[in-house]
């Protein structure tokens, strides 16, 4: 089997082929399994477009014989356009000795003795291509139960290619979607407080982002920009957004900004950390992402946190990943994940694992945060466990312009009266 060339071979599928990889896999044992089934000594599929065939996929027992990979020839001398409009069968079982063939050059050229070949058809009936086989030898035995087989098979390649289409399309305008996205359409700073429990000041705050339009939720747009090989790149102009706003007057002290362990590594982030007040950063890594190399994260990270980067690992508690990267990276800061605080005011084991991350915390000497707080009874409780930092809806919900104090506090009136 000669690789297939990828299709399309031209235009915009040529630099972005998501879709057509899983289809050229299946096509090449498609047309395998057309040869070897039918007994034949080449198998191509091809593409027909403008009077040409595109030879894209080959299946030879000699590499040499057959039309070459990648080839286009005109329709107008092929069996294919003779098959396409009714003047040959599907099946000529001795090219050499039928009149409507033994004299085409394509019969010599190709040493074709025999020829099978059906249409391979888009949903919605227009010819995509060809796929055929031929034999050096004649082969008398060749009969409509083949043509049916190969039918199937082209029948299956047809729906596979549109399968493929649709997948490369959806991929185009995630590409195109997530480019403008990185160069700052359709996409804002928001910010959330981390507030002192105990004072209702805000000591810092979460930068996120909040993208207009499908597909939504920000952990959906990384998503899809992931698929496309872009979600670095948009993480990094996020990155790049909230840390621009270091400069205003209006914004908290401490901006926390969320980079993948992908992203940190990269130089692009190396750059885009050394040109800001590393003393007014924190960089969280959620708990959710896998570390390959812990130390070589460990190296990035070194200069950073050495001009005041602080390192905050986020979502502790929703997985086991998180003390990995507690074990490893011993971050300034650990954040509890929203899963321990919801209701944990009911809930004994919930109180007791928070307790436990408090310990933890106090002991390597890292602050802790309770991320979604939402009511005051999660926050009182909270706080009686030795919690002194909290982020939450209570407090305020994602803002351009959050306050820097007067939220509720442990000791409130408000607080305790519930």
Request: aromatic share 4%; proline share 7%; glycine share 8%.
């Amino acid at each position: 089997m000669r690789s297939p060339v990828p299709l399309p071979a031209t235009g915009p599928h040529a630099t972005a082929p998501d879709g057509w990889a899983e289809y050229n896999a299946l096509a090449e044992r498609v047309l395998q399994h057309a040869r070897t089934h039918l007994g034949m000594d080449v198998a191509w599929a091809s593409e027909l477009d403008s009077g040409q065939q595109l030879f894209s996929h080959v299946d030879a027992e000699d590499p040499h014989a057959g039309p070459a990979l990648g080839s286009t020839d005109l329709l107008d001398g092929s069996f294919c356009v003779r098959v396409l409009d009714g003047r040959l069968p599907n099946v000529i079982t001795d090219a050499r000795a039928n009149p409507a063939t033994r004299d085409l050059p394509v019969t010599a050229a190709l040493n074709v003795g025999s020829y099978i070949g059906v249409p391979i058809r888009h949903g919605d009936g227009r010819v995509r291509g060809m796929l055929c086989c031929t034999s050096n030898a004649a082969r008398p035995d060749l009969a409509d139960r083949d043509v049916a087989v190969l039918e199937m098979l082209a029948g299956l390649l047809g729906a596979l290619a549109d399968q493929a289409g649709l997948a490369h399309g959806r991929g185009i305008a995630t590409r195109e979607r997530t480019v403008r996205a990185i160069d700052g359409v359709g996409r804002r700073v928001v910010l959330q407080p981390i507030v002192d429990v105990h004072t209702g000041a805000a000591v810092e705050a979460e930068a996120l982002t909040r993208f207009d339009g499908p597909p939504g939720r920000p952990d959906e747009w990384f998503a899809d920009a992931e698929t496309v090989g872009l979600r670095t790149a948009l993480e990094l102009a996020c990155a790049a957004s909230a840390l621009a706003l270091l400069d205003r007057p209006d914004m908290p002290p401490v901006v926390s900004i969320n980079l993948s362990p992908a992203a940190v590594v990269s130089d692009e982030a190396a750059e885009l950390l050394a040109a800001a007040d590393r003393r007014r950063v924190i960089l969280e890594i959620t708990e959710h992402a896998p570390v390959a190399d812990y130390p070589a994260l460990v190296r990035a990270l070194e200069p950073h946190r050495a001009a005041g980067v602080r390192l905050a690992i986020d979502d502790v508690g929703a997985g086991y990943s998180s003390f990995r990267h507690i074990l490893n990276l011993h971050p300034d800061i650990i954040k509890m994940d929203i899963s321990l605080v919801r209701d944990i005011e009911l809930d004994p084991v919930r109180q007791a694992l928070a307790a436990a991350l408090v310990t933890l915390a106090r002991t390597s000497g890292a602050q802790l945060i309770a991320e979604g707080v939402e009511t005051h009874a999660e926050l009182d409780t909270l706080a009686g466990l030795g919690v002194t930092l909290a982020q939450g809806y209570l407090f305020s919900p994602p803002t351009a312009a959050p306050a820097l104090d007067g939220y509720p506090t442990a000791t409130s009136p408000l607080v305790s009266e519930r």
